[in-house]
Protein backbone atom coordinates (compact mmCIF):
# COMPACT_ATOMS: atom_id res chain seq x y z
CA UNK A 1 0.00 0.00 0.00
CA UNK A 2 1.16 3.47 -1.06
CA UNK A 3 -0.23 6.84 0.40
CA UNK A 4 -0.43 9.64 -1.22
CA UNK A 5 -1.50 13.02 0.61
CA UNK A 6 -1.58 16.26 -1.61
CA UNK A 7 -1.08 19.23 -0.33
CA UNK A 8 -1.84 21.65 -3.18
CA UNK A 9 0.11 23.27 -6.04
CA UNK A 10 2.38 20.00 -6.64
CA UNK A 11 3.33 19.10 -3.10
CA UNK A 12 3.03 15.33 -2.67
CA UNK A 13 3.90 13.18 0.31
CA UNK A 14 4.63 9.51 -0.45
CA UNK A 15 4.39 6.88 2.47
CA UNK A 16 4.50 3.18 2.53
CA UNK A 17 4.43 2.74 6.22
CA UNK A 18 8.23 2.77 6.30
CA UNK A 19 9.76 5.45 3.63
CA UNK A 20 8.11 8.72 2.86
CA UNK A 21 9.21 10.76 0.14
CA UNK A 22 8.11 14.44 -0.58
CA UNK A 23 8.15 15.71 -4.34
CA UNK A 24 8.07 19.54 -3.77
CA UNK A 25 7.62 21.83 -0.90
CA UNK A 26 5.54 24.36 -0.33
CA UNK A 27 3.03 25.17 2.92
CA UNK A 28 3.13 28.60 3.56
CA UNK A 29 2.03 30.05 0.46
CA UNK A 30 2.09 34.23 0.54
CA UNK A 31 0.00 36.31 -1.01
CA UNK A 32 -0.49 37.85 -4.52
CA UNK A 33 -0.31 41.18 -3.28
CA UNK A 34 3.25 40.22 -1.92
CA UNK A 35 4.40 38.21 -4.77
CA UNK A 36 3.76 41.08 -6.84
CA UNK A 37 4.94 43.84 -4.73
CA UNK A 38 8.59 42.15 -4.07
CA UNK A 39 7.73 41.93 -0.40
CA UNK A 40 10.21 39.64 1.45
CA UNK A 41 9.10 36.82 3.28
CA UNK A 42 10.13 33.47 5.02
CA UNK A 43 8.59 30.11 5.36
CA UNK A 44 5.46 29.76 7.96
CA UNK A 45 7.60 27.29 10.53
CA UNK A 46 4.05 27.23 12.52
CA UNK A 47 1.81 25.91 10.00
CA UNK A 48 4.83 23.53 8.39
CA UNK A 49 5.21 22.11 12.29
CA UNK A 50 1.99 21.44 12.08
CA UNK A 51 1.06 20.38 9.20
CA UNK A 52 4.42 17.55 9.53
CA UNK A 53 2.23 16.72 13.18
CA UNK A 54 -1.23 15.89 11.74
CA UNK A 55 0.21 13.84 8.85
CA UNK A 56 2.80 12.24 10.91
CA UNK A 57 5.33 13.20 9.06
CA UNK A 58 8.55 11.90 11.15
CA UNK A 59 9.90 8.93 8.36
CA UNK A 60 11.02 11.42 5.91
CA UNK A 61 14.42 10.44 3.98
CA UNK A 62 14.19 12.83 1.23
CA UNK A 63 12.39 15.66 -0.77
CA UNK A 64 12.92 15.61 -4.46
CA UNK A 65 12.47 19.55 -5.70
CA UNK A 66 10.88 19.93 -9.30
CA UNK A 67 12.01 23.22 -9.86
CA UNK A 68 12.51 26.53 -7.75
CA UNK A 69 10.01 28.67 -7.93
CA UNK A 70 9.06 29.58 -4.59
CA UNK A 71 5.21 27.67 -5.30
CA UNK A 72 7.59 24.25 -5.28
CA UNK A 73 10.62 24.88 -3.10
CA UNK A 74 10.48 27.87 -0.36
CA UNK A 75 9.43 25.57 2.30
CA UNK A 76 12.12 22.28 1.51
CA UNK A 77 14.94 23.89 3.67
CA UNK A 78 13.24 24.25 6.80
CA UNK A 79 11.35 21.13 6.25
CA UNK A 80 14.43 19.22 5.33
CA UNK A 81 16.12 20.13 8.76
CA UNK A 82 12.96 19.53 10.74
CA UNK A 83 12.84 16.45 9.46
CA UNK A 84 16.48 15.35 8.71
CA UNK A 85 15.26 14.49 5.31
CA UNK A 86 17.93 15.15 1.65
CA UNK A 87 17.16 17.40 -0.55
CA UNK A 88 16.86 16.26 -4.28
CA UNK A 89 17.19 19.03 -7.11
CA UNK A 90 19.11 21.02 -9.38
CA UNK A 91 21.98 23.16 -8.87
CA UNK A 92 19.15 26.10 -8.10
CA UNK A 93 17.64 23.68 -5.56
CA UNK A 94 21.02 23.49 -3.54
CA UNK A 95 21.17 26.87 -3.27
CA UNK A 96 18.12 26.91 -1.78
CA UNK A 97 19.02 24.59 0.64
CA UNK A 98 22.35 26.15 1.50
CA UNK A 99 20.69 29.64 1.89
CA UNK A 100 18.20 27.78 4.47
CA UNK A 101 21.21 26.32 6.51
CA UNK A 102 20.47 22.90 5.54
CA UNK A 103 23.96 21.01 5.61
CA UNK A 104 25.86 20.64 2.11
CA UNK A 105 26.31 16.69 2.73
CA UNK A 106 22.37 16.62 3.13
CA UNK A 107 21.67 18.07 -0.68
CA UNK A 108 21.93 15.99 -3.75
CA UNK A 109 22.23 17.80 -7.66
CA UNK A 110 20.44 15.57 -9.75
CA UNK A 111 20.52 15.30 -13.75
CA UNK A 112 18.65 13.76 -16.03
CA UNK A 113 18.10 10.27 -16.04
CA UNK A 114 19.82 10.17 -12.69
CA UNK A 115 18.48 6.93 -10.37
CA UNK A 116 17.82 6.76 -6.89
CA UNK A 117 17.06 3.84 -4.71
CA UNK A 118 15.63 4.72 -1.24
CA UNK A 119 14.16 2.02 0.74
CA UNK A 120 11.45 0.36 -2.01
CA UNK A 121 11.56 3.78 -3.46
CA UNK A 122 13.21 3.71 -7.44
CA UNK A 123 13.09 7.20 -8.23
CA UNK A 124 14.32 8.07 -11.83
CA UNK A 125 14.59 11.98 -12.54
CA UNK A 126 13.27 13.02 -16.08
CA UNK A 127 14.14 16.71 -17.67
CA UNK A 128 10.90 18.61 -18.51
CA UNK A 129 9.59 22.10 -19.74
CA UNK A 130 7.96 24.53 -17.68
CA UNK A 131 4.94 25.99 -18.60
CA UNK A 132 4.90 28.81 -21.03
CA UNK A 133 6.21 31.96 -19.86
CA UNK A 134 3.46 35.05 -18.54
CA UNK A 135 3.65 37.77 -17.47
CA UNK A 136 4.29 37.17 -13.47
CA UNK A 137 6.62 34.31 -14.37
CA UNK A 138 9.34 35.49 -17.30
CA UNK A 139 12.70 33.46 -15.86
CA UNK A 140 13.00 29.96 -17.30
CA UNK A 141 16.29 28.91 -17.65
CA UNK A 142 17.58 31.28 -15.32
CA UNK A 143 19.50 30.02 -12.53
CA UNK A 144 19.75 30.69 -8.53
CA UNK A 145 23.45 31.07 -8.03
CA UNK A 146 24.31 31.67 -5.05
CA UNK A 147 22.61 30.76 -1.60
CA UNK A 148 18.89 32.00 -1.54
CA UNK A 149 18.17 33.48 2.25
CA UNK A 150 15.15 33.96 4.04
CA UNK A 151 13.37 36.48 4.09
CA UNK A 152 13.28 36.70 0.08
CA UNK A 153 11.38 38.36 -2.31
CA UNK A 154 9.52 35.87 -3.77
CA UNK A 155 10.52 36.55 -7.24
CA UNK A 156 14.16 35.67 -6.04
CA UNK A 157 13.27 32.05 -6.78
CA UNK A 158 14.22 31.40 -10.63
CA UNK A 159 12.85 28.38 -12.21
CA UNK A 160 16.46 27.21 -12.21
CA UNK A 161 15.33 24.04 -15.02
CA UNK A 162 12.53 21.81 -14.58
CA UNK A 163 12.34 17.98 -13.62
CA UNK A 164 9.39 15.17 -13.58
CA UNK A 165 10.10 11.99 -11.57
CA UNK A 166 9.59 8.75 -12.23
CA UNK A 167 8.72 6.44 -8.77
CA UNK A 168 8.35 2.45 -8.90
CA UNK A 169 7.40 1.22 -5.79
CA UNK A 170 6.05 -3.18 -5.19
CA UNK A 171 4.74 -3.08 -8.93
CA UNK A 172 3.50 0.44 -9.09
CA UNK A 173 4.53 2.43 -11.76
CA UNK A 174 3.97 6.76 -10.62
CA UNK A 175 5.01 9.79 -13.03
CA UNK A 176 4.51 13.31 -11.17
CA UNK A 177 4.76 15.73 -14.31
CA UNK A 178 4.39 19.17 -12.66
CA UNK A 179 4.14 21.46 -15.74
CA UNK A 180 1.61 21.78 -18.33
CA UNK A 181 4.03 21.35 -21.09
CA UNK A 182 5.74 18.63 -22.85
CA UNK A 183 9.09 17.51 -24.49
CA UNK A 184 8.33 15.71 -27.78
CA UNK A 185 9.03 11.86 -27.27
CA UNK A 186 10.57 12.27 -24.05
CA UNK A 187 8.02 9.70 -22.39
CA UNK A 188 8.48 6.89 -25.49
CA UNK A 189 8.84 3.69 -23.66
CA UNK A 190 7.60 4.94 -19.72
CA UNK A 191 4.35 3.55 -18.62
CA UNK A 192 2.84 4.43 -15.39
CA UNK A 193 -0.30 3.34 -13.79
CA UNK A 194 -0.57 6.79 -12.30
CA UNK A 195 -0.09 10.23 -13.53
CA UNK A 196 -0.15 13.15 -11.72
CA UNK A 197 -0.18 15.72 -14.44
CA UNK A 198 -0.10 19.71 -14.16
CA UNK A 199 -2.78 21.80 -15.67
CA UNK A 200 -1.91 24.96 -14.70
CA UNK A 201 -2.15 26.62 -18.63
CA UNK A 202 -4.61 24.58 -20.00
CA UNK A 203 -7.77 26.30 -19.83
CA UNK A 204 -5.51 28.85 -22.26
CA UNK A 205 -4.37 26.15 -24.35
CA UNK A 206 -5.44 25.79 -28.07
CA UNK A 207 -6.50 22.86 -29.58
CA UNK A 208 -2.99 21.92 -30.49
CA UNK A 209 -1.38 22.37 -27.99
CA UNK A 210 -4.16 20.97 -25.88
CA UNK A 211 -4.17 17.66 -28.23
CA UNK A 212 -0.25 17.37 -28.33
CA UNK A 213 -0.05 17.78 -24.28
CA UNK A 214 -2.41 14.69 -24.17
CA UNK A 215 -0.58 12.68 -26.60
CA UNK A 216 2.50 13.37 -25.07
CA UNK A 217 1.69 12.74 -21.71
CA UNK A 218 -1.19 10.33 -21.15
CA UNK A 219 -1.24 8.35 -24.01
CA UNK A 220 2.38 7.89 -24.21
CA UNK A 221 2.20 6.73 -20.78
CA UNK A 222 -1.03 4.44 -21.10
CA UNK A 223 -1.84 5.89 -17.65
CA UNK A 224 -4.93 4.55 -16.16
CA UNK A 225 -5.68 7.34 -13.74
CA UNK A 226 -5.03 10.96 -13.99
CA UNK A 227 -4.85 12.91 -11.17
CA UNK A 228 -4.40 17.11 -11.87
CA UNK A 229 -1.77 19.10 -9.79
CA UNK A 230 -1.04 22.97 -9.71
CA UNK A 231 -4.61 23.53 -9.85
CA UNK A 232 -5.43 25.00 -7.11
CA UNK A 233 -4.83 29.01 -6.21
CA UNK A 234 -1.47 28.81 -4.29
CA UNK A 235 -1.65 32.08 -3.23
CA UNK A 236 -4.05 31.39 -0.63
CA UNK A 237 -3.90 29.84 2.32
CA UNK A 238 -4.10 26.10 2.93
CA UNK A 239 -6.26 26.85 6.11
CA UNK A 240 -9.03 28.67 4.32
CA UNK A 241 -11.19 26.59 1.64
CA UNK A 242 -9.69 25.61 -1.10
CA UNK A 243 -10.37 27.81 -4.19
CA UNK A 244 -9.28 27.64 -8.25
CA UNK A 245 -6.40 29.72 -9.43
CA UNK A 246 -7.77 34.05 -9.61
CA UNK A 247 -9.69 33.61 -13.36
CA UNK A 248 -7.28 36.24 -14.58
CA UNK A 249 -4.78 33.59 -14.04
CA UNK A 250 -6.58 30.50 -15.06
CA UNK A 251 -10.11 29.30 -15.54
CA UNK A 252 -9.50 26.00 -13.11
CA UNK A 253 -13.70 25.16 -14.31
CA UNK A 254 -12.19 25.34 -17.98
CA UNK A 255 -9.42 23.05 -17.26
CA UNK A 256 -11.45 20.47 -14.95
CA UNK A 257 -13.99 20.57 -18.24
CA UNK A 258 -11.39 19.97 -20.38
CA UNK A 259 -9.22 17.51 -18.57
CA UNK A 260 -12.13 15.33 -18.01
CA UNK A 261 -13.52 15.28 -20.91
CA UNK A 262 -10.84 13.95 -22.52
CA UNK A 263 -10.55 11.55 -20.03
CA UNK A 264 -14.00 10.34 -20.87
CA UNK A 265 -13.22 10.29 -24.31
CA UNK A 266 -10.15 7.87 -23.74
CA UNK A 267 -11.37 5.54 -21.11
CA UNK A 268 -9.03 7.37 -18.71
CA UNK A 269 -9.79 7.09 -14.94
CA UNK A 270 -9.73 10.96 -13.46
CA UNK A 271 -9.86 12.10 -9.71
CA UNK A 272 -9.28 15.48 -8.25
CA UNK A 273 -7.52 15.23 -5.29
CA UNK A 274 -8.22 17.69 -2.65
CA UNK A 275 -5.46 19.69 -1.06
CA UNK A 276 -4.60 18.05 2.55
CA UNK A 277 -6.39 14.77 1.69
CA UNK A 278 -4.60 11.14 1.29
CA UNK A 279 -5.36 8.74 -1.13
CA UNK A 280 -4.12 4.81 -1.72
CA UNK A 281 -2.75 3.77 -4.75
Not at 47 to 59: A, G, T, V, Y
Not at 114 to 139: A, F
Not at 152 to 164: H, N, T, V
Not at 261 to 277: F, K, N, R, S, W
Request: overall charge negative; hydrophobic content about 40%; aromatic content about 10%.
Amino acid sequence: MLKVTFFGTTTLLFDDGKDQILFDAHFTRPSLVKYVAGAKVKTNTRLCDKLIRLNHIDRLRAIFVSHTHHDHVMDAPYVANRCGAVIYGSSSAKNVAIGGGVPEEKTVVFHHGGEYTIGEYKIRILKSLHSKPTKLNDDLGVPIDRPLVQPASLRDYKEGGSYDFYVEHDGKRILIRPSFNYIEGQLDGIKADVLFLGVAGLAKADEAMETTFFAETVEKTNAGLVIPVHWDNFFAPLEQPIEGMPKVIEKTDVVFHKLAGYCEAHDVDCLIQYPCTSIEI
